[in-house]
């Protein structure tokens, strides 16, 4: 992930629920590191195996899902995406 992209993540975080995924990341404690080396500060699950990306067909990364207001995969999209392109799919799915 671009460091751009994190920061819109960070930031959007802030307000929102947000759930990030890492994968190929290193173990729990490199990752857990990264973040606090970087000042990050969503919740982020290491996907170790790749059990999690498997589940949900990802091909790519970055990629980013955005579940709806009654838990159905809205959108999704591989390669950066910005903090204002987050928040418009978030509008649209129902949740702004």
């Known amino acids: ?10 930031a959007l975080a802030r307000d929102r629920p947000v759930l990030t ?8 404690g490199e990752l857990k590191q990264y973040m606090t080396e970087q000042g990050l500060e969503f919740t982020v699950i290491n ?7 498997a589940r949900y067909g990802v091909q790519g990364v970055p990629a980013s899902f955005v579940i709806g207001p009654q838990g159905d995969i809205r959108f999704t999209s591989v390669g950066y995406t910005t903090g204002v392109g987050l928040r418009l ?3 649209l799915a129902g949740w702004e």
């Open 47 to 53: 996907d170790r195996d790749g059990a999690i990306a």
């Open 89 to 91: 799919r978030l509008w």
């Open 21 to 28: 995924v890492a994968l190929d990341s290193g173990s729990d």
């Open 1 to 10: 992930m671009c460091r751009l992209e994190e920061d819109s993540i960070d």
